[in-house]
């Protein structure tokens, strides 16, 4: 089956610093990623696809120049949360559509087992 | 921006028992998801149900799809421990190259 990577599991930083988490489809090529973040006790918000070769899409509210999205490749989407405060501390899960899967209608996407990040 | 709503918000049952969880959406969708998360963990694929399908069956999963009225329940029967987790509606709105928009969720614990 589709699965998905991230690494780190798990990272701790101090306020102002930058955190980089990776995303990677290990036996699929994803020409779209997801990234979503998940507060506590809270579902998952969708923040921007991030679309290989090309710019990231963001939602709207999400600050693109703090959450830096770069899809270098097929199979790995970065997210770069740029200098952390303690309100970015959360859980952050990427997620990728394996276009072999199925026609253009069909939008199942294999989820990263997420990462969580707590800034100081 | 979350447009599905779970109900109820948390759900405690005996093992054996079956449990049913329901989700509202705003929008008109392509297709509804089911997910399952584990404390602290990803999300694991239940089940997806098309726009133009009413009812579908895994296992002992069951999702039906009211489009009318902009909603869909799952049923797991005959419960178990394992089964405790929290579970997730999400719709797409359009075709495959959307993100997922997710309901709030329904807590579900399993007492055996």
């Known amino acids: 089956g589709a699965v998905v990577s991230q690494h780190p599991s798990r990272v701790i930083c101090k306020s102002g610093t930058s955190v980089k988490i990776e995303c990677r489809s290990l036996?699929?090529?994803?020409?779209?990623m997801f990234w979503y973040r998940q507060f506590p006790k809270k579902s998952l918000m969708l923040m921007a696809t991030?679309?290989?070769?090309?710019?990231?899409?963001?939602e709207q509210g999400v600050e693109k120049d703090k959450f830096l999205i770069n899809h270098a490749s097929l199979t790995l989407s970065t997210l770069t949360v740029t200098s952390a405060h303690p309100e970015d501390s959360s859980f952050y899960i990427c997620?990728?559509?394996?276009?072999?899967?199925?026609?253009?209608?069909?939008?199942?996407?294999?989820f990263g087992p997420g990462t969580r990040l707590t800034v100081l | 921006s979350q447009q599905g709503e779970e109900d109820p918000q948390a759900l405690s049952i005996q093992e054996g028992e079956n449990a049913t969880m329901n989700c509202s959406y705003k929008?008109?969708?392509?297709?509804l998801q089911w997910y399952r998360q584990n404390s602290g963990r990803g999300l694991v694929h239940l089940i997806l149900?098309?726009?133009?399908?009413r009812e579908k069956h895994s296992g002992r999963l069951r999702v039906t799809l009211d489009t009318s009225k902009k909603s869909s329940s799952l049923l797991i029967t005959a419960s178990r421990a394992a089964d405790t987790a929290s579970y997730f509606c999400?719709?797409?709105?359009?075709?495959?190259?959307?993100?997922?928009?997710f309901g709030k969720g329904t807590h579900l614990i399993i007492q055996p």
């Open positions: 999400a719709t797409a709105p359009g075709g495959g190259a959307d993100g997922l928009t």
């Open positions: 929008t008109s969708i392509n297709n």
């Open positions: 991030s679309n290989e070769g090309s710019k990231a899409t963001y």
């Open positions: 036996d699929f090529q994803a020409t779209t």
């Open positions: 997620s990728a559509r394996d276009w072999s899967s199925g026609g253009a209608s069909y939008n199942e996407q294999f």
């Open positions: 149900i098309r726009s133009n399908e």
